[in-house]
Every structure is written in structure tokens, then in C-alpha cells.
């Protein structure tokens, strides 16, 4: 299918408006467990959107590219987070304190988080696919560079993995069907996002109405209620046993939410809003997402006029640090037409960056499993196992905490090294640990070890290291692993942090 630049400006232009549309529309009931009865926006506006968090991180993302480049990973997006990241709730402050306690990630997302199931990754997802339609195998590269920040292996990477495939995918797909599976393709059929996609297209499937099919999401895929404040749910849904929950599982019920909403509201922008939004949970992230999923589908102009004129198009901003980017840096976009031109620059940069036409053909890639797509990195495992990635010219390395990131006094940490090969040429290589003072390594501080070329079987070695503590390690121990390619001047450096911490009685 052609995707001209006008049309792609269409789409774009929808899916910012929508996401502004449904953020201010679901902001009123979110968190709260019932059916709403909502058909229309319930506050008074004046002509500007509410405060919108689930564009935020997005915008930040924008900028990062417009400083760095397009070439970005979870590292530099660390980076940018602990700058200008501001709240300290759930995810988003469990993350960042695993930031300032220098992990890396995905263990950033991973350590001490509750939340990491939660949605806070999925309601970012747009701007991946903007910057890569037509197609997913891209977006969802960014996207779990992104997800990995604050979700590490949880079920909020695989929402974000599957909003962005989905993305992407509708700006040369309108039919949801085909955009669910090509989203559901890029995830595991056993995670709990998958099975809640499932279960939605079959209450579809079956006929049943999206009450009913919103029962049977929260009979099977609930999480808690909000912070298990029983004031946060309605009486009839305590009837129904609603009222219990894991903490924080909430992405698997409200991407079965979204797909509700995509199915039940049949092409018709309110339908969509109103179906989605009155499935109650996290109903300003839930409308935001089907508001720029219908606005990539459809266009800006599917959306009726009388949406648009109460919010306007400006930009309202919750959880960035307005003094560096806003007040003094003057670096957010104000309107949604800003907005749309800065994504349209980064997307043509992306274009020629991947040899992608900009007013042809924009193809959808071959669906493709999450696993399969990270052997195309040369570092197995990604997936499967979390591990801090590094990719350097000719090698790839990933640094997995087999016994976590934390150890205790006296007890050796295991640290496994992966080490791939993306070049034609095999290479001898050098492995140096450089410890605190007291620290040792075995089996060793150095070791050789070899690694055979580009597809060959052996282009990838790994090497698991004991890390013993010494009497007066501090809370927080550096390292540097260091390797080096015999005869050639490569240098690879790997940081490595280690926590010390003394399990709690009882």
C-alpha cells in the first residue's frame, strides 16, 4: 500500500489529537472499578486539553532524538530520564531509584517493582510507531529499548511491544483484526497480554456485548483495585468479587480493554472512545491509546469537530521538568501541528536511515517473535533471560545478574558475560575485571576466550564470573569489565554494578 506524505500528516495529526482527545475524556474516572455511563467529555475545559502524562515521556523522546540522533537505546534514554522525568510514583519512581542506584537497564525495571506489569510503558508507545510507519519490526525495536526502562521483563514491556507493533502497522492497515495479530505475533502466546487479546477478540467472536466482555476481563486478567482503596471500586463490581487483585497487574486488563474498544466501537471514533472508556481501570490511558490508535487508522478528519473544539490543540504537560525544557529551555512543543512537524522530521531521518521510501511504499515488515527479532542483534537471550546490552561496531554484549543485582556479605554474585560476534571475522578476545579494593573474581581477573564469525554456530560465547565481596565492601560496588580483541586496537568497556545488602529478619 502507498502512504503519501499528505496521508501520513493525516495520521499523524490523528494520533496526536486522539491522544490528547481520550486522555482528557478517561481523566475523570481513572483507577475507578466500575461501568461508567460517560458519552462526553464531564469537566469544563475553556478550550484546553487537561494535563496529559501519557504524552510526556514521548515528547522527552522527541527531544532526545532531535539532540542525539535516531540511533538511541535504553542507556541514553536513562540519561534523559533521571534529567527530566519528574514523578516518583509506582514504576516511574521504582525505576528511577534503581537509576540512582546505578543499575542499568533492564534491571532498572526489574529490581524492587511491583509495578513493572503495570501500564506505564504502553501509554508511550506512539511515538515509535509515528517515527516508523507501516512498520512494527522498527517501532517495536524502540519500543523495548523504552519499556525496559521501567518494566524490565514484565508484562508492561510486552503492552508496549504490542501498542507500538499495532501502531505502526494502521498507518497502511485499517482492519483490526489483521493490526491484533501482527501485534500479538511480536509478543509470547503464554504472557498475560496475550491471553487478555485473546480473550477480548473471543468475547467478540462469540457475540457478546462489551459489558459482558468487560466482566470476563476482570474475572480473568484483573489486577487490584487502585492501591486497594475500596473506595476506588463500585459497589456491583464488589458483588461480582471484583475487589480482589495481584498489585500491580493492570496492563494485561487494560490492553484487553483497548482491544475492546477497538473491536466494539466498529470504525466509529465515539463508539471507540465511549466502549473503551467505560470499561473503567485505567481509563485516561486506555482512551489516549484507542484515541491515536482510531486517529492512525482513520485520519484527523475521522475525528467529529465537536471532540476537537473543547481541548484545542495546545499541549499541556504533567510529569517533565518544566523549568529545563519549558520556561527556560523552550524546547516542548506547544501544539499538536508543532508536535506533528518535529515526529515528521524524525521519521524522514528514519526513513533514509533504513532505506524506507517517504512518499511510497511504506511496507509492512514480516511479523516477527520478540526472540527472533533480537537474534537479528547477534546477542541471544535478550528475551528470555534479561540482560544489560551493550552493542559496540563488531560485538554485542550483554551482562546478566544470574543471582540478581544484589548480594551479601561473604556470598559470591554470579555475573554472566555474552559476548556476539556481527562481523565475518572469528576473534581472540581478553576479558579483564576491574574490582574494588577486597573484591574477587573467579575463575579469574582476566581470561582468553575465543569467538567464531558472523553466522557461524560459535559467534557467540558466554562466561559466568564469581564476585565475592570482601569484608569492607560498600552498599554500592563498581566494575569495569574491560575486553579487548587480540592483534587490533578494539577496547569494550562494560560497567557492572553490584549492591550489598543484608536481608531483613523475619
Known amino acids: 500500500m502507498k502512504l503519501s506524505l499528505e496521508d501520513y500528516r493525516q495520521k499523524l495529526l490523528g494520533c496526536w489529537m486522539g491522544k490528547n482527545i481520550g486522555g482528557t475524556f478517561g481523566a475523570p474516572f481513572e483507577w475507578f472499578r466500575g461501568i461508567n455511563d460517560a458519552t462526553y467529555y464531564t469537566q469544563k475545559l475553556d478550550g484546553n486539553p487537561l494535563p496529559n502524562d501519557d504524552l510526556d515521556i514521548q515528547l522527552l523522546w522527541l527531544i532526545m532524538m532531535e539532540e542525539q540522533g535516531i540511533n538511541v537505546d535504553s542507556r541514553l534514554m536513562t540519561e534523559y530520564w533521571q534529567n527530566f522525568v519528574t514523578p516518583h510514583w509506582a514504576e516511574y519512581g521504582n525505576a528511577k531509584i534503581n537509576m540512582q542506584a546505578g543499575l542499568m537497564p ?31 519490526r522498527l517501532a517495536v525495536k524502540y519500543a523495548y529499548e523504552d519499556a525496559s526502562l521501567d518494566h524490565g521483563d514484565g508484562e508492561g514491556m510486552y503492552a508496549e511491544v504490542f501498542t507500538a507493533a499495532i501502531e505502526s ?26 491471553r487478555a487479546i485473546n480473550l477480548a477478540m473471543d468475547m467478540y467472536n462469540q457475540g457478546k456485548t462489551w459489558r459482558e466482555a468487560r466482566d470476563e476481563m476482570l474475572r480473568q486478567c484483573r489486577g487490584s483495585v487502585f492501591f486497594q482503596h475500596m473506595w476506588h471500586i463500585s459497589k456491583e463490581d464488589i458483588e461480582k468479587g471484583f475487589h480482589t487483585g495481584k498489585m500491580g497487574w493492570d496492563a494485561p486488563s487494560n490492553i484487553g480493554i483497548l482491544v475492546i474498544g477497538l473491536f466494539y466501537g466498529e470504525g466509529d471514533f465515539t463508539k471507540s472512545m465511549c466502549v473503551t472508556v467505560n470499561c473503567g481501570e485505567d481509563t485516561d490511558c486506555t482512551g489516549a491509546t484507542i484515541g491515536s490508535l482510531f486517529g492512525i487508522m482513520h485520519g484527523v478528519d475521522a475525528i467529529p469537530e465537536k471532540w476537537i473544539t473543547p481541548i484545542g490543540r495546545s499541549i499541556k504537560t504533567a510529569c517533565l521538568n518544566i523549568g529545563e525544557l519549558g520556561y527556560f529551555g523552550d524546547m516542548l512543543p506547544k501544539t499538536i501541528d508543532e508536535l506533528t512537524d518535529r515526529t515528521e522530521a524524525i521519521m524522514r531521518k528514519v526513513a533514509v536511515h533504513h532505506d524506507l521510501p517517504v512518499e511510497t ?8 517473535a520478540l526472540e527472533d527479532m533480537f537474534m537479528d542483534e547477534k546477542v541471544l537471550g535478550y528475551i528470555n533471560t534479561p540482560a544489560g546490552r551493550y552493542t559496540f ?37 581478553t576479558i579483564r575485571w576491574f ?3 577486597g573484591w574477587n573474581v573467579g575463575p579469574a581477573f582476566e581470561i582468553k576466550t575465543h569467538v567464531g564469525p558472523e553466522h557461524w554456530s560459535n559467534r557467540e560465547v558466554s562466561h559466568t564470573f564469581d564476585l565475592v565481596p570482601s569484608e569492607n565492601a560498600t552498599a554500592t560496588s563498581r566494575f569495569v569489565v574491560e575486553v579487548t580483541v587480540d592483534g ?8 557492572v554494578i553490584l549492591l550489598l545488602e543484608v536481608r531483613a529478619n523475619g
Open 106 to 136: 533492564p534491571y532498572t525495571g526489574i529490581r524492587n517493582n511491583d509495578y513493572k506489569d503495570s501500564c506505564g510503558a504502553f501509554i508511550r508507545s506512539e511515538i515509535w510507531a509515528c517515527i516508523a510507519p507501516g512498520n512494527p
Open 169 to 194: 502497522a494502521a498507518f497502511v492497515i485499517n482492519d483490526p483484526k489483521k493490526l491484533v495479530e501482527i501485534g500479538l505475533s511480536y509478543i509470547p502466546a503464554e504472557c498475560g497480554i496475550a
Open 361 to 368: 511504499d511504506y511496507p509492512v515488515c514480516k511479523p516477527a
Open 488 to 495: 587490533r586496537t578494539t577496547t569494550m568497556l562494560v560497567p
Open 393 to 429: 561496531p563488531f560485538f554485542n554484549i550483554a551482562v546478566e545478574y544470574i543471582t540478581g543485582v544484589a548480594t551479601q556479605p561473604g556470598e559470591a554474585a554470579k555475573i554472566r558475560l555474552i559476548i556476539a560476534n556481527k562481523y565475518r571475522i572469528q576473534a581472540g578476545l
Open 435 to 437: 574490582a574494588p579494593n
